[in-house]
């Protein structure tokens, strides 16, 4: 079966002009992801993990190599896509976990959350019932689902981010430290959900400060080295 995403001698260099200097993040790296599978990104601090994730989602632009991804509408290059194909993955098929909540200002937790499934065209209260299931299952207060999250605590935005980012299925998700600031129950509510889009066949790929944490879900792992790293082993 041909895997969802093929990372063939993927590369991405920063150039810091004002330095005159290029700082290379990852160099010529190749990997497969399949449907339902999950893959752990391991390595130091700088060993461009975010760096990868973000070049995947296409918020870098790689500087070499090539990231097949076999969407429903059959395989598209993510390095070279039309933003407007990109925009289109993912409204609908790749989703991007983090742990930090782009909070707006007078938009109710509730409506953050309800957003995506809107976009996708489902009726408002159906929308805003299933945003507070997740809200719930996150451990999100009933008397915050109507209040503005940009006043919240760094883990009741993280817990909104969370539904907003799983209240639909994708196909792929990319996911940042999604358990960093966490409480025990949100981390197991997360986890239990992760498991339920793993055996839908949700591929995931994903760093976390707690690896443990997601023991249960990991199939493999890709180790990143720092530049400095890379140099020594030659
Ligand atoms: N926008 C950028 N411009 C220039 N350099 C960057 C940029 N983003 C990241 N870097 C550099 O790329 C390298 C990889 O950073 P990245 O954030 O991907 O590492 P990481 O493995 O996720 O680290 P951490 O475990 O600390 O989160 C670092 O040396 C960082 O300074």
Redesign the pocket.
Known sequence: MTPLLTVDALSKT?R?HHLGQA?P?FERLSFTLSRGEFLL?S??????????L?TLYRS?LPTGGRLIYDSEQGPIDLATAADVDIAHLRRAEIGFVTQFLIARPRVAAEEIVAEPLRLAGTPRETALDAARHWLATFGVKPDLWRAYPTTFSGGEQQKVNLARALIRPRRLLLL??PTASLDAGARAALVQRLTELKDQGVAMIG?FHHPGDVASLIDREIP?K??EMADVAE
Do not use: C, H, I, W
């Open positions: 920063f810091m700082l993040a990104l390595g130091p601090n700088g060993a461009g993990k975010s760096t990868l973000r870098y940042d430290e760093v990143l720092t530049k």
